[in-house]
């Protein structure tokens, strides 16, 4: 089973930018959907960005929606997140995922139930 190694976390002040990373340990062309979610102390787990390998299409759940980029290489099996204009309530614990797809589409594409692998987890800490 695919593995994934997220990188890229850290802390900065609202307005700031990060970069997020997830590596896969192995090319698994069958894994269309990548995408990133989130989870804050006592809150549930969010979609945040679904990318397709394959047909490039992408995903955003609204209140990333021009702040966030994700986007992926696939010669080096990595998948990144571009985080601008971050803002406190962006603090969590950020997880990359992979998930089948179809051809073209990421079917399901906000529900946790249709990822299939989980990297663990990078800390992102915005302050105001």
């Known amino acids: 089973q695919v593995q994934l190694v997220e990188s890229g976390g850290g802390s900065v002040q609202a307005g700031g930018s990060l970069r997020l990373s997830c590596a896969a340990s192995i090319y698994t062309p069958s894994w269309r959907c990548m995408g990133w979610f989130r989870q804050a102390p006592g809150k549930e787990r969010e979609w945040v960005a679904t990318?397709?390998?394959?047909?490039?299409?992408?995903y955003y759940t609204d209140s990333v929606k021009g702040r966030f980029t994700i986007s992926r290489d696939n010669p080096k099996n990595t998948l990144s997140l571009q985080m601008n204009s971050l803002r406190p309530e962006d603090t969590a614990m950020y997880f990359c995922?992979?998930?089948?797809?179809?051809?073209?589409?990421?079917?399901?594409?906000?529900?946790?139930?249709?990822?299939?692998?989980w990297g663990q987890g990078t800390q992102v800490t915005v302050s105001s």
């Open positions: 990318i397709h390998t394959i047909a490039g299409s992408t």
């Open positions: 995922a992979a998930a089948l797809g179809g051809a073209s589409t990421c079917p399901s594409v906000s529900s946790r139930g249709a990822y299939k692998s």
